[in-house]
Nanobody, 124 residues
Framework: QVQLVESGGGLVQAGGSLRLSCAAS????????MGWFRQAPGKERVFVAA????????YYADSVKGRFTISRDNAKNTVTLQMNSLKSEDTAVYYC?????????????????WGQGTQVTVSS
């Protein structure tokens, strides 16, 4: 059974930093992409960042470019999201996701498994 376990959320002041981690386990097939999405109260889940598991290509939403960095450790099956210069509008529940098929890596429908989510709150 595939499991994605996130950690690292919390409360931080605007301008601060947080680091989210996601550990994947239990999969039998090769991961194609891993991504981070976020969902603010009353809003849809939206793409934040993704990494292509084998090529290492990185993808970011315009709203986080230059502030967030996604990275992966293939040996440990983990993906990390380093978030710097946080803003109040970054406040949301952040979800890690894994895809076993190539395709729409910036869309929630392009992913097969999801973590439970971790709250990030940025105070202004």
């Amino acid at each position: 059974q595939v499991q994605l376990v996130e950690s690292g959320g919390g409360l931080v002041q605007a301008g601060g930093s947080l680091r989210l981690s996601c550990a994947a386990s239990g999969f039998r097939f090769s991961i194609q992409d891993m991504g981070w999405f976020r969902q603010a109260p009353g809003k849809e889940r939206v793409f934040v960042a993704a990494v292509s598991w084998f090529s290492g290509n990185l993808y970011y939403a315009d709203s986080v470019k230059g502030r967030f960095t996604i990275s992966r450790d293939n040996a440990k099956n983990t993906v990390t999201l380093q978030m710097n210069s946080l803003k109040s509008e970054d406040t949301a529940v952040y979800y890690c996701a894994a895809s076993f098929r190539s395709g729409a890596r910036t869309q929630p429908g392009g992913y097969d498994y999801w973590g439970q989510g971790t709250q990030v709150t940025v105070s202004s």
